[in-house]
């Protein structure tokens, strides 16, 4: 593939590149219709003025205040030999343009790629090796734990090299981890819609919907690791319980930096529901980061499902878990985040087997 659109960002912003040119198929030209919706519109609106006389423009997908009151009866396209020939235009369309990616699709043929050397690694700088004593394997820490229990020994009495690092270096380890080699583009944008979400109205949704969008890149991270540093979480006491724990409380301290200005709002104005919604939105996105990754090892699923439940849920109350509407659904998004870490353990214990 090309480097420009190797990264995160561009799945995520493919979404609304692709809404933007599938709305602009049926609205420039019918020539550029490969949707076939412009198509589906003329025959909908034709069998609406036969039927009703009503000639009417537009078409509504999805929720919003105005419901359907009467029907009327469409007889479905009409397969007439230029449209059939237009649809398989542009079936062989798509049929070229993959063709032309092949030479440039490298994703799950790693002997094309462009090995880097890891960032920040200097083979001069590196540290002596450690003393052959002040090394445990994982497997001796287990034994050795064994016979501390057996012999009435306690794991807090062994040294801190042997039991690993506190909970609170490896939270802070993720945090630092989510957080390194961002640009400063990235943190101008979320300074301004942290000030912009704070001084937005409630009936200003963007600038609140937009922060809880900003971090995704930060909480896929999270949960898929580079493949460098899941060996290294692998190799630590509790390889699952501990890593999960601080990558959960990594994320969601990321969240508490990105949702901060609606947090302080709503505080300040008695807004109990509003912020019910940003603590919400704290935790959950982290938790189905986890759960997704843990399975499939990539943070491409969860950058598009994500991308794709935001993009709903800023306009459906049923689906929104961050107050972006006027009646949001939280409860089953908050009794989602235990199920989720419950997955993502799953996740990761098989992994290790």
Not at 159 to 182: N, Y
Not at 232 to 244: D, T
Request: with cysteine; proline share 8%; aromatic share 10%.
């Amino acid at each position: 593939m090309l480097p420009l659109l190797r990264g995160g960002f561009v799945n995520v912003a493919w979404l609304f590149a692709w809404a933007m040119i599938f709305v602009l198929s049926f609205h420039v030209t019918p020539v550029f219709d490969f949707s076939g919706l412009a198509a589906t519109r003329a025959s909908l609106r034709a069998d609406l003025v036969a039927g009703h006389g009503v000639d009417e423009e537009g078409i509504r997908v999805g929720g919003g205040p105005r419901r359907a009151t009467k029907t009327f009866v469409w007889h479905g396209l009409r397969w007439t030999p230029g449209f059939v020939t237009s649809r398989l235009a542009w079936v062989g369309v798509g049929a070229v343009l993959a063709l032309v990616a092949v030479p440039f699709f490298d994703r799950f043929d790693p002997s094309r790629r462009r090995r880097r050397p890891l960032e920040g690694f200097n083979r001069k700088q590196a540290e002596p090796d450690a003393p052959a004593a002040d090394l445990v394997p994982l497997a001796g820490r287990e034994a050795a734990s064994a016979r501390g229990a057996r012999d009435g020994v306690s794991a807090r009495a062994l040294p801190a090299a042997t039991r690993g690092p506190s909970l609170a270096a490896l939270v802070r380890g993720q945090l630092l981890f989510a957080l390194r080699g961002r640009a400063r583009l990235f943190w101008a944008g979320a300074l301004a819609l942290g000030v912009a979400s704070f001084n937005a109205t409630p009936a200003e949704a963007p600038p609140v919907a937009l922060a809880y969008l900003w971090p995704i890149l930060l909480w896929s991270r999270l949960g898929a690791p580079d493949a460098a540093v899941g060996p290294v979480l692998a190799s630590c006491p509790h390889p699952v319980r501990r890593p999960l724990l601080a990558a959960f409380a990594g994320g969601a301290l990321v969240g508490t930096l990105f949702v901060a200005g609606p947090i302080l709002r709503a505080g300040l104005s008695g807004n109990g529901k509003g912020v019910a919604a940003a603590l919400v939105a704290m935790v959950f996105p982290p938790a189905l980061a986890l759960a997704l990754g843990a399975w499939a090892g990539s943070p491409r699923p969860f950058e598009a499902l994500y991308t794709c439940l935001w993009y709903v849920g800023v306009q459906t109350p049923a689906l929104d878990f961050m107050g972006a509407t006027a009646a949001p659904n939280l409860w089953p998004f908050a009794a989602a985040v235990p199920v989720l870490l419950a997955v993502a353990a799953a996740g990761r214990s098989r992994s290790l087997r």
